[in-house]
């Protein structure tokens, strides 16, 4: 199956900095990237949307300035944790899809500690 | 917009016994179907999905899971568990137009010997 890489695979950082988390799909074109969230024992929570080329599409309740979202290429995409804050401590995990009915190949995810 | 449900949150079995994952999803349009499985400490990797034609739909590690429109339910089964099963398992929904995959919160399956 295709491969999706993340990087950092662990992020540790002060209240108030910002933290960048890439993610790369390392043999298809990702036309589509989907950014999610993961608590502890508990589901993904979709973030946002991204296609190559265009502004991210934001789920609701999700702030779009805090979570800067970047799909410049069809291999890459980033998001930028903006002023960090202990609550935004999570587990992130991206995926990508080359179209509508694709799989979705999930990264291994980058573990955000928030100090 | 769709949602999924999982009905048991946890489902402890014996090595070797059969077991059954549920899922219902609820949705106004037509969907595919998907089962995801997390192991400890790794990526959620795709086990099977449903995406049209034959409604049951197999794994290469023996999983099955049926589509059924009537009842919305697309349950996961494997008629004998091994240890290396041990794992969350995720029923995930996504619309035909290509919306993102939404998920129920998962299943943490446990086989013990």
């Known amino acids: 199956g295709a491969v999706v890489s993340q990087h950092p695979s662990r992020v540790i950082c002060k209240s108030g900095t910002s933290v960048k988390i890439e993610c790369r799909s390392l043999d298809f074109q990702a036309t589509t990237m989907f950014w999610y969230r993961q608590f502890p024992k508990q589901s993904l929570m979709l973030m946002a949307t991204s296609n190559e080329g265009s502004k991210a599409t934001y789920e609701q309740g999700v702030e779009k300035d805090k979570f800067l979202i970047n799909h410049a290429s069809l291999t890459l995409s980033t998001l930028t944790v903006t002023s960090a804050h202990p609550e935004d401590s999570s587990f992130y995990i991206c995926s990508g899809r080359t179209s509508p009915g694709d799989t979705q190949y999930f990264g291994p995810g980058t573990r955000l500690t928030v100090l | 917009a769709q949602s999924v449900t999982q009905l048991d949150s946890q489902v402890p079995v014996f090595e070797e016994a059969p077991v059954e994952l549920r899922c219902n999803y609820s949705s106004s349009v037509s969907v595919y179907l998907f089962w995801y499985v997390q192991y400890p400490n790794q990526g959620l990797q795709l086990l099977l999905k449903?995406?049209?034609?034959?409604?049951l739909v197999e794994s290469i590690n023996g999983f099955e899971a049926e589509f059924n429109k009537s009842q919305t339910s697309f349950h996961l089964r494997k008629p004998s568990v091994h240890i290396s099963d041990t794992a969350e398992y995720f029923c995930a929904v996504s619309g035909k137009a290509g919306t993102a995959l939404i998920f129920g919160k998962g299943t943490t399956l446990s086989v013990s010997s």
């Open positions: 449903y995406l049209s034609g034959s409604t």
